[in-house]
């Protein structure tokens, strides 16, 4: 074996048990099987050290799908100081008519994609970054159960006919006239009692999660990119935190276009010869992050206009940030209207401001300085 060969190594991973295939490098190698083996920790470590005894004088290439198992694997493999790839599981190339799929297939697969330079690679968040992105979207699905107990309610009351005379629901006039309702029967006015607790009590968690989330992110080292982003109208704070949690380093997408694409915000597109015809949008991607810059596009239907919340949050930002943000309101606007006057349909011009809006914030997170991880400190923690 050369001095500087290559082992590329796959792994199947799953909650028990990991499928194991290698193979060398080399026009002639095949892959091999190694077989299965524990997903405790030391099961990978002692995997490790038995293809490092194995191949001392090569260097080893992990690869594995993204799924259910996380990131741990990567982090640990890194920080035995070792190359590890983590690949999405749908843009695997598939040949026509395979239709055996077995977990040592695909270690061995892995393994051979890796070798030939056929493996979409994906963005791994550092271990802060995924904490905080867990809090975010902790709030999120906060967020929806308190909706969703509200509807309950609200059917509830459907049901048996009961109406709020007030304009504003969820208001602390409306709180106080659910309170004071009274059923006619007994168990109806028990499970009124049990929704209003349940209302309140993820109220409560809800104020819990945004307070965190408020106090991490002032923390968090992509804080300036948060807080510069929320120049643009209908980039609040916690649209702005979830946004970037969900998308990381923006810097690492050379173009808008490409962030475009991942967000799957461009149209599909099927053109032969002459004929080009554009369908709907893609949506690939992180659907988080697209739904959020689809709520804050409505904001643009309106003439530009920085107003006083908007100056409170451009305070302390930089003479170029705040001139994309203005630069962004004036197209935005703009283009909404144009289109909404040539006929097309709201949700397609939302879209279409969303698109044009993450290229703004690319822009923005281009004038940003983010402090650097600490390589060093990161590849000598070792995941518990």
């Not at 309101?329 to 011009?349: A, D, E, S, T």
Request: charged share 30%; with cysteine.
């Amino acid at each position: 074996m050369n001095k500087n060969s290559i082992v590329f190594i796959g792994l199947d991973t799953h909650k028990e048990f990991f499928e194991v295939a290698h193979e060398l490098e080399g026009r002639d190698e095949h892959v091999i099987h190694d077989g299965r083996i524990s997903s405790a920790k030391a099961s990978v470590i002692k995997m490790v050290r038995d293809f490092q005894s194995k191949y001392p004088q090569a260097t080893l290439h992990f690869v594995y799908e993204a799924g259910p198992c996380g990131y741990w694997i990567y982090r640990l493999l890194t920080s035995l100081g070792h190359c590890c790839y983590v690949v999405a599981p749908s843009l695997l190339p598939k040949k026509p008519g395979e239709r055996v799929k077995t977990d040592r297939k695909d270690a061995m697969k892995l393994a051979h994609l890796l070798k030939i330079n056929d493996v979409p690679i994906i963005y791994v968040p550092e271990a802060e970054d995924e904490a905080v992105r867990d809090l975010s979207r902790a709030r999120q699905t906060a967020t929806n159960d308190l909706n969703h107990a509200r509807l309950q309610l609200k059917g509830f009351l459907l049901r048996n006919n009961i109406r709020y005379d007030g304009t504003a629901n969820w208001s602390a006039k409306h709180i106080r006239w659910l309170n004071e309702l009274i059923l006619p029967h007994p168990a109806q006015h028990i499970v009124l009692q049990e929704m209003l607790h349940t209302i309140d009590e993820r109220m409560r968690r809800l104020a819990r999660l945004v307070n965190e989330l408020e106090h991490q992110v002032k923390q968090w080292r992509y804080y300036p990119v948060v807080k510069a982003i929320q120049a643009m109208r209908g980039i609040r704070f916690l649209v702005a935190a979830s946004l970037i949690a969900e998308l990381g380093d923006l810097r690492r997408f050379d173009t808008p276009r490409k962030l475009m694409k991942y967000l799957g915000l461009t149209p599909k597109e099927e053109s032969s010869g002459d004929h080009r015809r554009l369908g709907k949008i893609t949506k690939c991607g992180n659907g988080r992050a697209r739904r959020l810059l689809i709520e804050g596009a409505h904001a643009y239907k309106h003439p530009p206009k920085v107003s006083t919340e908007i100056q409170k949050r451009q305070e302390m930002l930089s003479k170029e940030v705040i001139d994309i943000a203005w630069q962004a309101q004036l197209r935005l606007c703009r283009r909404y209207q144009r289109l909404i006057h040539r006929g097309k349909h709201r949700n397609l011009v939302v879209t279409a401001i969303a698109r044009e809006m993450i290229a703004y914030i690319w822009a923005i997170s281009r004038e940003i300085a983010i402090a650097p991880i600490d390589v060093a400190k990161r590849k000598s923690r070792v995941p518990a």
